[in-house]
């Protein structure tokens, strides 16, 4: 266990649809990453938080947002979604503040498009 | 911005034999290189890192090498069994402690 709670693990849905993931991270950890992981693909950096803030954003789509909340939990927003969109979605967090470490990744929202 | 690219997409070995893949990165301000094993439909999992103060690390059965001037780090299993097949994948650091993945390697550990 990783300490990453991701929810919901499974979701199905249909296109033009818009669904929500939610992340919390370990207890203690200021960032937050998302990451998307298409049938076997690899793991594309979508965007990380930091503490609230907005760090660094990656090939995240326009229909795609999130934030990290006070609490430091994060969600992620998947809208006018489309059959590509389904994929495995992981939250990770760390720690690390300074030099970069260890990213403890959550099991993941599975999501369908249908 | 950062890119990783690893090589081979699969690799098919008998139990006993080394394996190793290898990864390349484009930014040379790069100075984390960690390794991932991600086992079917389990999440990704740290099993070994190197940061760029150092050439080689190893823990057991698995060595990390490192060469900054190509910019290029590899991955050794040694004595590989059954229960290393699974996906690895390399990272390197792209700012903001952000991990840039390469494409993966499924490793295949044949009894």
């Known amino acids: 266990d990783s300490g990453v709670t991701q929810t919901p693990k499974h979701l199905i849905t249909a296109t033009g649809q818009r669904v929500t993931l939610r992340c919390s991270p370990r207890s203690g950890d200021l960032s937050v990453y998302w990451y998307q992981q298409s049938l076997d693909q690899g793991l594309q950096f979508l965007i990380q938080y930091y503490n609230g803030e907005e760090r660094a954003k990656g090939n995240i789509l326009e229909r795609f947002s999130a934030q990290q909340f006070p609490d430091l939990h994060s969600e992620l927003n998947l809208s006018s979604l489309e059959l590509g969109d389904s994929a495995l979605y992981f939250c990770?967090?760390?720690?690390?503040?300074?030099?970069?470490?260890?990213?403890?990744f959550g099991e993941g929202s599975r999501l369908t498009v249908l | 911005g950062e890119n990783v690219e690893q090589h081979p997409s699969t690799l098919s070995v008998q139990e006993g034999d080394s394996a190793v893949i290898k990864c390349t990165y484009s930014?040379?301000?790069?100075?984390?290189f960690p390794w991932y094993k991600q086992e079917l439909g389990k999440r990704p999992q740290l099993i070994i890192d190197i940061r760029s103060n150092v050439g080689e690390k190893k823990d057991q059965r698995i060595a990390v090498t490192l060469n900054k001037t190509a910019k290029h780090f590899s991955l050794h299993i040694t004595e590989t069994q059954p229960e290393d097949s699974a996906v690895y994948f390399c990272a390197a650091d792209g700012g903001y402690n952000k991990l840039i993945f390469g494409a993966g390697t499924r490793l295949a550990v044949h009894p």
């Open positions: 930014d040379s301000a790069s100075n984390y």
């Open positions: 990770a967090s760390s720690a690390t503040s300074g030099s970069p470490g260890e990213l403890f």
